[in-house]
């Protein structure tokens, strides 16, 4: 295209013609991008798959902890994994992506766009579950082949995803929160601290019967500890639905949405 | 027909409405005011400059018609709408150039330019625009790695992929080279011929005086000028002559028409203007004056104030934060 081909009557390449594209279409590319660049990213990927993993096989094939739960190694680890897994992606990595876009003013710019802010944060939803999804397959492919045999009601095909999506909405909300309201850098280093933090007292690898009998019900009340016990209960005890995790992550999921619904300041 | 009168036509836009109009604007930073009762108009389908020293109120200004900041006081209309309650209508419909970032570092220009056209119904393609701009060659390099001037470019490139009808542009040609302003002025220029409103700030004179239709000049928040550059530029006409220094320049003064001036600044470089235009009596008078002296005038010139003549003259030369 050239001045020329202007001057020769086509219709110039810049000749006005606006609209938004339709939501989804939006919404499908800001997830793609979004997942491409995670995908791309090493950090990103040490600490939402390579970490998971390594731990799940790990502490399964080695006796590196003494569980002493009655379970075997990859019974007991494999739902704590999975809410490694979920918090990982839906906080660590959600607000330290988000809060460096906050930074670069790329949150600002996407805002002069059609793609509105309930569409940009149901993209960051997309590529949160996406991500999951990768993580799940591949953690119970590891887990199946490090000996996890679940010992579910029916019922858990229900129950465990629903606690999954409750992980993910209280680590969201979390993790934005953070994001939008902290410089980048202490974003960075606080969703790390947090990280490690939960993966040790959050029932993952070290069982939270090990801490003393008084602290054990108030690590059972953060998100990680309430989503790895709340997952154990399903997966490994046959339980239809752990009345008190679940209701434990719905508070924090519905306490960080409504938080960072206030606070979060775009630029 | 024209091509503007056909994109009317394309977008069933009323042209005699203006792109941009500001009444009163006032926006405050604490206790400072950073835009003090500012208005001004933007035609549409017109290029219009916003000039204005460092914390004049520019980016302000841009940002609240943007939509990104709600003014204390005063109107702004965009096409017509309210930038913060229409913003729904509006974002499609206006492209924007902020003056720095926006761009994730890890994305390159073809990822960038791709996500954008999706989020638009009829996009130009973006290999296309990236050619247009010239990208192409470093299409999938990451936007950490690019060039100050290529990162601008490719900002411009995102302002204009949804094919919007009016642009904002804040300082597009900053940090670019010399063969990347032209680039970019021609691009502009073709906006302009496509029926694209234009509004840029700037701080190159040059480049407001030869691309925009229409200037505003502001400081401290305010609007202290506004006219088409010429209108800015053509009201002291400027006669520019070298020769030894030290010339009596009051005598040469008692010369010339009255409200007349005449200076040497620096040493040897004499300035001789006077209201509205030279003319040939003038012309006569000065190089009579020297020759009667037997001062050859070396260099001698005629010209109208530059731009930047008329920006110093209204903002003042002490500079600002």
């Not at chain 1, 410089?183 to 090990?210: C, D, M, Q, S, W």
């Not at chain 2, 690019?146 to 804040?170: H, K, M, N, Y």
């Not at chain 2, 040497?264 to 009667?292: N, Q, R």
């Not at chain 2, 001062?295 to 001698?300: G, Y």
Request: proline share 7%; with cysteine; net charge positive.
């Amino acid at each position: 295209m050239t001045a020329a081909a202007d001057a020769a009557g086509a219709a110039p390449v810049f000749a006005p013609a606006p609209g938004a594209a339709p939501l989804y279409r939006m919404i499908a590319a800001q997830a793609g991008l979004e997942l491409r660049t995670l995908l791309r990213n090493g950090e990103q990927l040490l600490l939402t798959l390579v970490i998971p993993l390594l731990l799940l096989a790990a502490f399964s094939l080695e006796p590196l902890v003494n569980f002493a739960t009655g379970m075997s190694r990859a019974d007991f680890l494999t739902p704590g994994i999975i809410a490694l897994a979920v918090m990982s992606t839906a906080f660590t990595s959600q607000a330290i992506a988000t809060g460096f876009e906050r930074r670069y003013g790329v949150l600002k710019r996407l805002g002069a766009t059609p793609l509105s802010r309930p569409g940009l944060i149901t993209s960051k939803t997309a590529t949160v579950v996406t991500v999951e999804l990768l993580q799940g397959v591949l953690i119970i492919a590891v887990a199946l082949g490090v000996g996890w045999r679940p010992s579910a009601s029916p019922a858990a095909i229900v129950t465990a995803p629903l606690l999954i999506v409750l992980g993910t909405a209280a680590f969201s909300g979390l993790g934005l929160l953070m994001a939008g309201t902290l410089r980048a850098e202490a974003t960075l280093a606080a969703a790390n601290l947090v990280y490690i933090v939960l993966l040790g007292v959050g029932g993952v690898v070290f069982p939270l019967t090990r801490f003393p009998a008084a602290a054990r019900p108030l690590l059972e009340l953060l998100p990680t500890g309430a989503l790895s016990t709340g997952l154990r209960a399903v997966l490994q005890h046959g339980i239809v639905l752990p009345v008190g995790n679940t209701v434990t992550l719905a508070v924090w999921a519905l306490m960080a949405i409504a938080l960072a619904m206030r606070l979060f300041r775009w630029e | 027909m024209s091509s503007r009168k056909l994109a009317c036509v394309r977008t069933g836009r009323d042209a005699a409405a203006a792109a941009v109009e500001i009444g009163g604007l006032v926006k405050r930073y604490g206790r400072t005011a950073a835009v003090d009762g500012l208005s001004l108009t933007a035609a549409s389908g017109a290029v219009t400059g916003i000039l204005g020293p460092n914390g004049a109120g520019k980016t302000t200004t841009i940002e609240i018609c943007e939509g990104y900041r709600r003014p204390d006081a005063g109107a702004v209309r965009v096409l017509g709408l309210d930038p913060i309650r229409d913003a729904r209508v509006l974002r499609p419909r206006v492209g924007v150039m902020l003056q720095s970032g926006g761009i994730p570092p890890s994305v390159s220009p073809a990822d960038y330019l791709r996500l954008l056209s999706r989020f638009h119904a009829s996009p130009i393609d973006p290999a296309a625009l990236l050619d247009l701009v010239g990208l192409a060659p470093v299409a999938r390099t990451p936007y950490k790695r690019l060039s100050g001037g290529q990162q601008q470019r490719l900002s411009l490139a995102a302002a204009v992929i949804g094919r919007p009808e009016l642009v904002f542009l804040d300082e597009p040609t900053a940090g670019m080279d010399p063969q990347a302003r032209h680039a970019t002025w021609e691009l502009i220029t073709r906006l302009r011929a496509a029926g694209v409103s234009v509004i840029l700030t700037t701080h190159f004179m040059e480049e407001a005086e030869r691309l925009c239709d229409h200037v505003a000049i502001i400081d401290h928040g305010a609007l202290v000028a506004a006219g088409t550059p010429g209108q800015l530029t053509g009201t002291v006409g400027q006669l520019r002559f070298r020769a030894e220094p030290g010339l009596e320049t009051d005598a040469l003064l008692a010369a010339l028409p009255p409200a007349s001036a005449a200076k040497e600044s620096p040493a040897g470089h004499y300035v001789i203007e006077v209201p509205g235009a030279v003319d040939p009596p003038l012309l006569a008078a000065v190089t009579a004056w020297c020759a009667e002296r037997g001062v050859l005038a070396n260099s001698l010139r005629i010209e109208s104030r530059t731009l930047e003549d008329v920006f110093l003259e209204l903002t003042g030369k002490e500079l600002r934060a």
